[in-house]
């Protein structure tokens, strides 16, 4: 998969779904691609989704451009199985890929790229590319309690798996579709859960397979809610609200979201919107940005987002967009987003 060339018409940053799905279409259209991400593919899935845990959209929805999913049971898919899944397209494309390359310097115009890429020992060099395509996301950094003693080993931001805190008592902070499933996986193990969150109820928006059962756990008492509830600190061995309550913990999991890594596009000089974790400015239709040569593809085009809006099902027209561009031809007509199921 890593070709030992370093120049290439095309760098797609970015080794997610719509990063792979790009490269697979402007190969397709005759350029020579080359992929580096700073982890591994499909980063951001395997960081935050723990084990078994089924995307909201099916499968069809998923699909990377001629290369179709089948399950064995016809669900909802896995974290696990779509990282096969991508692991599949890669090979079967033939995509020149290089995982743990991190762009720390982007020089030259368009047409004459020079990108310094660093490994993780240290040892940089330089890429070559005449177009770069960002498709870094937007999940990179979790978002801060802004809470004393947030910093503390056992305050955790991902929850892996659940098997570790099995017998413990986990306070779960948040409200949406993360905290949602880490109340319920918890409590499955044998772990002593209580929820915390800004609001009476969790979000309407939450799986509609999982919010009935956080309901149903707090209602019964199964797990502690301390709804609306906000954190004034956290101590080694409990956590203290802003109203006087306290509750006993062994873990706290802080399930906030998270926030974009915006120094991709300042190492590009590609503008954002309006201030640190707005989108970056570009033309919808092309996915250029304001920078010649550089384009955004994928989640990556909404910067930080509170409530997604954009995600991998409704970006499936950013590679052709770019490929359009890159080939002179217009742009093709927006297709209008299929409808997700209702919470």
Not at 108 to 124: Q, Y
Not at 175 to 194: K, M, P, Q, T
């Amino acid at each position: 998969m890593t070709s030992p060339a370093s120049s290439s018409d095309v760098l797609v940053v970015g080794a997610g779904p719509i990063g792979i799905e790009t490269a697979v279409v402007l190969q397709a259209a005759g350029l020579t691609v080359r992929i580096v991400d700073a982890g591994p593919v499909g980063a951001t899935i395997l960081r935050t989704f723990p084990p078994a845990t089924r995307w909201f959209s099916s499968p069809e929805r998923l699909t990377l451009r001629g290369y179709p999913i089948q399950t064995a049971t016809q669900e909802k898919i896995t974290g696990e199985e779509y990282l096969a899944y991508l692991r599949s397209v890669v090979t079967a494309a033939g995509l020149t890929l290089e995982t743990y390359t991190r762009v720390v310097d982007i020089a030259g115009a368009a047409g004459d790229f020079a990108v310094t890429v660093e490994s993780p020992a240290g040892s940089r060099r330089v890429l070559s590319a005449a177009t770069i395509v960002l498709a870094t996301g937007g999940t990179d950094i979790p978002r801060s309690l802004g809470a004393p003693g947030e910093e503390l080993p056992n305050v955790h931001r991902h929850l892996g798996d659940p098997h570790r805190f099995f017998g413990r008592r986990v306070l779960v902070v948040g409200g949406r579709n993360s905290a949602a499933e880490s109340v319920v996986r918890l409590y499955r193990i044998g772990a002593h859960v209580s929820l915390s969150y800004r609001r009476p109820d969790i979000a309407d928006n939450v799986k509609f397979w999982i919010r009935p059962e956080v309901r149903s756990l707090l209602a019964e008492g199964a797990v502690t809610g301390y709804l609306p509830s906000t954190i004034s600190e956290i101590a080694e061995s409990e956590v203290r609200f802003t109203d006087g309550r306290t509750v006993a913990v062994d873990d706290v999991l802080l399930q906030l979201g998270f926030e974009q890594d915006q120094r991709i596009f300042e190492l590009a000089g590609v503008p954002t919107a309006d201030g640190p974790g707005s989108p970056p400015v570009l033309d919808e239709a092309t996915m250029s940005t304001t920078v010649p040569g550089i384009f955004v593809v994928g989640t990556a085009t909404a910067g930080t987002q509170d409530g997604f809006t954009v995600f991998v099902e409704n970006c499936r027209q950013h590679a052709d967009r770019v490929a359009a561009a890159l080939s002179g031809r217009p742009a093709p007509e927006p297709v209008p987003a299929r409808p997700l199921p209702e919470a």
